[in-house]
Structure formats: structure tokens, C-alpha cells
């Protein structure tokens, strides 16, 4: 009877899982000694869910948008930093409704520029492919013929340096815009050096100062009857883009050409 009894024991402590008491697994903590006892996992409060934010009527409409950006920036952190599916949901929803504001303000957007024609830059400026290309004609011909009348009462003054390489690049181009509008160009040279397109220039005294020259090449349109003085620009420019220049800057006023 006792050697049943000491089996029993050894089977209980060794081989047999321990019965649910109220000292369940005690044995395989006995480092705990009689402090068993654990504080439990303090509970999380679930954060609450933004609401979609739709505008408030009666409301500030810059502080409502402001309300608006800060519940989804704030939705989309959230998600970021603790992707659960809950989290990633709720800025779905709330950037889906996003999107939806933005299409439906797109579309009252073109319907009322397709109503009011004061409204509609497209009749300015075009930006369909073929009335693009009738804009672009009419002004390249408006812009020769303007430039073509300039040149009978302007010319332009030229400064460069004979060392400067881009003065050497761009003289050949000069030359060309004044042989194809006819326009007279007079060449100074701030060092006394020569252009091949330019062999004989004036060498300056103190003109470059008076117009404020900081850099070469650098082209003005001179008035000789009115006397007037317009910088046209500095660097390389291509003959359609002196062209454009003095158009825009003699017959255009700001903001007309756009």
C-alpha cells in the first residue's frame, strides 16, 4: 500500500499535468515564493474615432477646414504609427471622403467656368492643341510686325567684353536679329577688346555705368528722339527670346500678357 502511494506522488509531480486548483503552476514558480500575486495589465481606453468631418454651415469656413485637415493629419498618424486595421480603416474613410469633397469641387468648379465666359482663362490663353497653335501663330506675327516698327525708331545698345566667351556666343546671334528685323545695333566694349561680328565696337567711357551694366553680354533699347532706356536682358538669348522681350516690354503692360 505505501509503495502505491509513493508511485501516485511521483506520477502526480513528474508526469501528470496539475489539477486546476487555486495553486495552479505554484511548483514551476517557486522563486516567487508567497508574492505570487501580480498587479493585472492596466486596461487601454479605446481612443475615439474621428467623425467624419463634415462642414459646419454656421461655422468659420477657415477654421472648419483648419478642423478638418487636423482630424485626418491626425487619423493618418495614427494609422502610421499603429497600423491596427481599426486605425487604417478610419483614415480610409476619412481620406475617401476627402476625396470625394475634391471631386465634387472640381466638378462645380468646371461647370461654373463653362457658364460664366469671364471666368474662363482657357478664352485667354488657349489650351486646347489647335487653338494653341492659332495663338502662337497670331502672336509671332503680331510680335514681328511690332518688333519690325520698333526697329524704325529704336536701335540697341550692345556691351560686352572682347575676353567674355559668352559675348562671343551670342554676338552671331545679335547680328542675326538685327539683319532679320533691321534693327541697328551699336557695339561697346567695356575692356577694348573685339567680337569677329563685331570688329569696330565703341570703347566705353562711362555709359555703362550710367545705365548700371553689372554683367556682359547686356542689350538696351535706346530711343534716340525720346531718350529713353530699356534693359532688355543679360546673358544669351536666342533671337526669338530678344524678340519676345522687346515685345512684351514695349507693347504690353504688366499682367496684359497673361
Known amino acids: 500500500m505505501k509503495r502505491t502511494v509513493t508511485f501516485l506522488l511521483l506520477a502526480m509531480t513528474f508526469g501528470a499535468p496539475a489539477a ?3 495553486g495552479q503552476g505554484y511548483f514551476g ?21 474621428e467623425t467624419l468631418p463634415v462642414p459646419r454651415a454656421t461655422a468659420d469656413p477657415l477654421e472648419e477646414l483648419k478642423r478638418i485637415q487636423e482630424a485626418i493629419a491626425r487619423a493618418e498618424a495614427r494609422a502610421v504609427l499603429e497600423p ?65 516698327e520698333i526697329a524704325g525708331t529704336h536701335g540697341l545698345f550692345f556691351f560686352f567684353k572682347g575676353s567674355c566667351p559668352y559675348c562671343h556666343t551670342f554676338g552671331p546671334i545679335l547680328r542675326q536679329f538685327s539683319e532679320i528685323y533691321g534693327i541697328e545695333v551699336l557695339p561697346v566694349s567695356l575692356d577694348g577688346g573685339v567680337l569677329p561680328d563685331y570688329p569696330t565696337p565703341r570703347v566705353d567711357t562711362h555709359v555703362a555705368a550710367q545705365l548700371g551694366v553689372q554683367a556682359v553680354p547686356s542689350v538696351f533699347l535706346v530711343d534716340p528722339n525720346g531718350r529713353s532706356v530699356i ?28
Do not use: C
Request: charged fraction near 25%; hydrophobic fraction near 35%; glycine fraction near 4%.
Open 20 to 22: 486546476p486548483a487555486s
Open 29 to 49: 514558480r517557486q522563486a516567487e515564493g508567497w508574492f505570487w500575486y501580480h498587479d493585472p495589465e492596466p486596461t487601454r481606453e479605446p481612443e475615439e474615432a
Open 84 to 148: 491596427t486595421t481599426e486605425n487604417v480603416k478610419e483614415y480610409l474613410r476619412l481620406n475617401q471622403w476627402q476625396l470625394d469633397q475634391s471631386a465634387l469641387f472640381s466638378d462645380v468648379w468646371r461647370r461654373a467656368v463653362w457658364q460664366d465666359p469671364s471666368l474662363d482663362y482657357s478664352l485667354r490663353r488657349p489650351t486646347m492643341s489647335l487653338a494653341v497653335q492659332q495663338y502662337h501663330d497670331q502672336r509671332k506675327a503680331s510680335k514681328a510686325r511690332a518688333v519690325a
Open 231 to 258: 534693359p532688355v536682358g543679360n546673358g544669351v538669348m536666342s533671337v526669338d527670346e530678344l524678340a519676345e522681350r522687346i515685345y512684351v516690354l514695349t507693347q504690353t503692360a504688366p499682367g496684359e500678357d497673361y
